[in-house]
């Protein structure tokens, strides 16, 4: 048997099968694969080959997978390989996936699984090691690994909320919870075989990652950053070291353990790499001005610091400056707000250049750099704000640079070119716009009304009273509630919907005008939420009282036009697809949907592929895509993708499509996505969603967050074509349909798992 066969039917039975296979199976189907020993080396040899060509980054890492899979064909080249060799070929084979942009995570994390128990099998622990620790990058880059049992409309088979034993880990339950824990689960793993391994470098960067994780949640790190100290003294590269070193003691500092034994010990070793030239003698003062504020030494912790400060702006690319200057900042409160500004246009002189991911322990430079400085800078801002427009603008102004950068990160391309931003001048009567700001401490709303006062100084954000009630962590908590009880998870969703219809909307409740429309710029976790279900005291949802829209940032938004005659061009597929990028089920219904979509005088593809989209679009001017087919919103741009009749086209591929049609004069008002979904709970996968419309060059897209049934989906969708094909507004069009479905007479699709799972994106008139 083929090992691509062998993989398929691995993930085959991981993904669709009633009952997941045991450890003893997997092995068993890939015992298949290696049917002797210590014959030719052919394919220890593709795989050096694929090694090699994977040091070219991501289009190396394409050509890499592309040899591998080549390989696996050819039973000649796989012959006589022995447990091993295809355990380190799955390994390889499974980093290329993970890698490529052709890849997929959800099958990069099935080929890693694998290797995992080959390289037991084959009693090989750093193997296993190296393994566990790229099935770990690998789930922190994608999508859960599939899981049996489900059927999803919006990607890879999948079970929300659960996640699997993988061998020699032990129960995941008591590694970490389902959900939010998988993640942390994953690393455990991958610290607790490169332990068994005595792999000191793979130990440190897990012993990173997990304390990482658990810091997020307020956990305790200090056991997982001793080990982590402790393996760093032990690699043998001095440069890995001292870069390991520093994560390791600066996130111990940020956990407020600067002031034990193990980090003065640790920046000690980290001063001897310093003497020897392969330290870094900013990183050195910024680490020992922070003991020294930790100890009460404040004099000392500023001379430190500044001479942190001074070293780094000395540097050509001076990346850690921003964080060196907050750090300051902590340390001369009377000169805080100097000093965070500072810290924040530092970060503007570098943002652009940095690596999108430290080379080292694949940490996200945005998550590491850029976030920290954007959210100390815009609370700090507003701290001196007031009621003073001035300085309340340059909050705004802050505010939106930093929901444009997340975009830019989370398409993995700053060259997405930067609309004209909405401004409150935009506005017509009855728009608001409303910036929702979720800090440490508090939450703050900034907002804007159109169509008071005759003066351009009366069009401007005002800011409502901060609420120090409640903070980031709370309305994550009720975000989080909310929508995994919407989508099917639980049924508490109502108490999450009221609170968080007190904290964000009810302050400015009276400013909403019925036929109004609320467009929100969400920040954090409400990027998952349902706002059209949000519900007030009375029992009425939000979307009863306002027409919703949300938007990534005000950079890639406009208020659209009305598509008085819409030109449709419908899509469907309902075949069951096995593809590089994962296996999708059956979609029963989408035909019917397209065909009610495409209507009388619109186009309809049944069963699409790449060739029969891209000659609709160039054959003919459409203002409406609507694709029923499945999707995948993976964060970065050249992994999001939907997919066809054979083949997955990602959204560059799309947005080249819509290229032409563009080029006969006819801009892509709307894109619907009737079958995809976000992965509940993600907020990174929720931003991808949004950055759909943007990528694919559409005006707005309409999606849903979570799956509907597909009886459920096509009620929703049938109503909002009704509606907006009598030339009412998309917003409009998609608040009517909710009604329809929410008050029906007979509540058929009262449910509001139902009818608020879908959100429009971007432009709203």
Sequence with gaps: MAILQTWMMVAALGGAGEVAPSVPQVIALCEAAAPAAGAALA??????????????????????????????????????????????????????????RSGSQSRAQDFLRTAMMLADRAGDAPLAARAAWEAALAQAGGAPPSQPGVRKRGGAIRRAGETRAVAGCGDPAAIGEAGGRRLEAAFACALNRAVLAGDARLTALSALRLARLEKARKADV??????????????????????????????????ELCNTDMVRDGVQSYAYLVQTGSGDAAALAALQGRIALAQGEGAAARAALRKAVFIESQQPLPQHLPQYTLTLADAEPERAGEHVLAAYRALERVRTVLMPVDPLSEESRFDLVVRPVFERAIATTLAFAGDDANTLGQAQRIAEAYRSAELQNSLGAECVPLRNPVTPADLLPGEILLYPLLLEDRVELIYATGGQGTGAGERRYRRMPPDRSINRAQITALAQRMTASLSGES?????????????????????????????????????QISFAALMDAKGTFLMERVQLAVV???????????????????????????????????LEGTAAEAAMAAGSDGVLLTDFNRASLAGAL????????????????????????????????????????????????????????????TAVGDDDQAMGLAGAAVEAGASSALASLWEVDDAGTAALMEAFYTHYRDGVGRARALQMAQVDLARGLDGQWADPGIWSAFTLVGSWR
């Design 43 to 100: 394919l220890p040899e593709q795989t050096d080959r694929a090694r090699t060509l994977m040091r070219g980054g991501a289009d190396g890492a394409d050509a890499a997978l592309a040899l591998l899979l080549a390989a696996a064909a050819d039973s000649s080249v796989q012959a006589a390989a022995d447990t091993r060799q295809i355990a380190e070929y799955c390994l390889v084979a499974g980093e290329a996936m993970r890698r490529a």
């Design 618 to 677: 160039a054959r003919r001017p459409a203002s409406v895509l609507h694709l029923a087919t499945h999707a995948a919103f993976n964060g970065r741009t050249e992994r999001s993708f939907i997919v066809a009749n054979g083949e997955a086209i990602t959204l560059p591929d799309l947005r080249a499509m819509l290229s032409a049609n563009q080029l006969r004069g006819e801009a892509l008002q709307l894109l619907v996505l009737s079958a995809c979904e």
């Design 222 to 255: 200090a056991a997982h950053l001793a080990t982590g100290l402790g393996s760093a003294a032990g690699i043998a590269d001095t440069s890995e070291r001292a870069a390991l070193l520093r994560s390791l003691l600066m996130l111990a500092c940020d956990a």
């Design 552 to 586: 990534p940032a005000l950079s890639f938004a406009a208020p659209g036009r009305r598509d008085a005659d819409p030109s449709i061009i419908a899509a469907s597929l309902e075949k069951e697809m096995e593809l590089a990028v994962g296996r999708f089920s059956r």
């Design 491 to 527: 049924s508490d969703w109502e108490a999450a919907s009221r609170a968080l219809y007190a904290a964000l909307i009810a302050p400015i409740a009276d400013q909403l005008q019925p036929g109004g429309t609320l467009v929100i710029v969400p920040d954090g976790a409400l990027r």
